[in-house]
């Protein structure tokens, strides 16, 4: 089965969350979030945890980049879309099949 490797910046809170998930799978969003965004590229995931989540009291300024791999025929089932600069390529998962698009992670989530 081909995967594909995905990067994804968090905040502190969601980084604790992920820790109790065993590295495993990423919490549910909020109820005011309803799409998860892993990122296509490690530079944009850092670009992100460095200039947003280092800058945001719910997630106590600290960021981490993650790394996992999904199975590739769960990230065809979204768009990519482009958010800006050239290399800001985001994948748009909806809240409601975040659970199913963690089952398609293989191996953990690791920090960068």
């Known amino acids: 089965m081909k995967t594909q ?5 968090v905040g502190e809170k969601e980084m604790l969350l ?11 969003r909020l109820e005011w979030q ?3 965004y892993p990122v296509l590229n490690e530079d944009y995931a850092s670009e992100i ?9 719910a997630g106590n300024y600290l960021g981490f980049v993650t790394r996992f791999e999904v199975l ?7 768009p990519s879309r482009n ?6 390529n985001e994948l748009w ?5 975040l659970e199913a ?12």
């Open 5 to 9: 490797t995905l990067y994804r910046p």
């Open 18 to 28: 992920i820790i109790e998930n065993d590295y495993k799978a990423f919490p549910p």
């Open 34 to 36: 309803p799409i998860f």
């Open 49 to 57: 945890a460095e200039k947003w989540n280092t800058r945001d009291e």
């Open 72 to 78: 590739e025929e769960a990230v065809n089932k979204y």
């Open 83 to 88: 958010v800006g600069a050239k290399n800001h």
């Open 93 to 97: 998962v909806p809240a409601e099949e």
């Open 101 to 112: 698009f963690n089952q398609a992670i293989t191996g953990k989530i690791e920090v960068t």
